[in-house]
């Protein structure tokens, strides 16, 4: 008889498992079809409690901030994520040195070009709150992709494509 720590095991096997087959089907399809889907799977991380839900950290800041920069602190302090995020001009950016994704890093998924869409579904959906305004997020660099680091840029008043 298997122990509940064999069966959990065994669970999340076969979950990545499955996972990881469905971002490899994901690949055959066209980009747009990939990229909303994805985005929907960051949205559901963002708002899964265990993680605070994110989204509501974002809602409980944007009503109790207005300044951008004050938004911006409160988020590095309170959201979790693999970087800091800064202002830079006309847009906010965040350089990770590891994949944000705790899915990745605990080897549940592989870490592949398709999968980055879902980190920058998870970006949008907390800056769209955090700032109270539609936002686009550009993916500049990515470790899926085989680059060193992660390179987010949120665009401010921006729908994404």
Not at 3 to 19: A, F, M, Q, R, V
Not at 114 to 128: D, E, P, R
Request: glycine share 8%; hydrophobic share 35%; aromatic share 6%.
């Amino acid at each position: 008889m298997q122990s509940d720590l064999e069966k959990k095991e065994l669970l999340l096997t076969l979950s990545s498992n499955i996972l990881n087959a469905l971002l490899d089907g994901l690949s055959m399809t066209d980009q747009e079809t990939r990229q909303e889907i994805l985005r929907m799977c960051g949205e559901a991380c963002a708002r899964e409690e265990h993680w605070g839900p994110a989204t509501l950290i974002a809602g409980r800041i944007a009503e109790e901030e207005d300044d951008v920069e004050r938004i911006l602190a409160r988020a590095n302090d309170e959201i979790l994520w693999c970087g800091k995020w800064v202002m830079q001009g006309d847009h906010i950016e965040s350089t990770c040195r590891e994949c944000g994704c705790s899915l990745v890093r605990f080897g549940v998924v592989k870490n592949t070009k398709v999968f980055c869409n879902c980190s920058k579904g998870w970006v949008q959906t907390i800056f769209s709150t955090l700032l109270r305004q539609p936002v686009r997020v550009d993916l500049e660099k990515a470790i899926g992709f085989g680059d060193d680091q992660c390179r987010y840029i949120v665009l401010l008043g921006e729908r994404e494509e």
